[in-house]
């Protein structure tokens, strides 16, 4: 009599029955000729792995990972669908000094801006930028000493007042003086 079990592939196993040799999981084929890798990613990462992830396959099996810009709620790098795990959005403006001297932070879904504060302006780029990708920064150009209904009173690097309108304002007299004789 014919030992089924002893023809089973390297990747099959005998049922229990001990007459049908079967696939292991993550590999496909007839069990006896061929068990081959099942690429298990290839219905694609959101389907598998949920979404903002990315899905490896590896030999026998596969694993996920969360896109940048979103961490695993299990806390470790690689994770398993089913287990519960699933990518959470990063806060990156958590992160002091993330966007540089003189800037704000936004979060975003996966991502993070950054723009000027007031009385700084925005160093090689536009706003809202991204420091790294951007190479972009604030630089404190400006401040704002002061504000009424009519002016904005910003003293600039050169140290010379000048209203928003920039019109030279009066050294004499009080900074208001200054504005009324305009």
């Known amino acids: ?10 990747n099959a196993h ?17 069990g006896i000729t061929y068990c081959q890798d099942k690429d298990e990613c290839q ?4 389907k598998i792995c949920g979404q903002h992830t990315t899905c490896q396959n ?9 896109l940048a810009g ?3 709620s299990n806390n470790m790098s690689v994770f398993i669908p089913n287990d519960g795990t699933h990518c959470q959005d990063i ?13 704000q932070c936004r979060n975003l879904e996966g991502s993070f801006d950054c723009s000027c504060q007031l009385g700084h ?9 991204h420091p790294v990708r951007d190479y972009a920064s604030c630089k404190g150009e400006t401040a704002v000493i002061g ?36």
């Open 1 to 10: 009599m014919l030992d089924v079990c002893a023809t089973c592939h390297a």
């Open 14 to 30: 005998c049922d229990d029955s001990g007459k049908v040799c079967n696939c292991k999981y993550g590999f496909v084929g007839n």
């Open 43 to 46: 219905i694609g990462a959101n």
């Open 58 to 66: 590896t030999y026998g099996s596969y694993y996920c990972t969360c």
């Open 70 to 72: 979103y961490s695993p």
């Open 91 to 103: 806060d990156e403006c958590g992160i002091a000094g993330l966007c540089g001297a003189g800037a």
């Open 121 to 129: 302006q925005v160093h090689n780029g536009v706003e809202p930028f």
């Open 147 to 182: 504000l009424t209904d009519t002016y904005v009173i910003i003293v600039h690097s050169s140290s010379e007042c000048r209203s928003w309108g920039f019109h030279t304002i009066k050294q004499e007299g009080s900074m208001l003086d200054g504005l009324s004789n305009l």
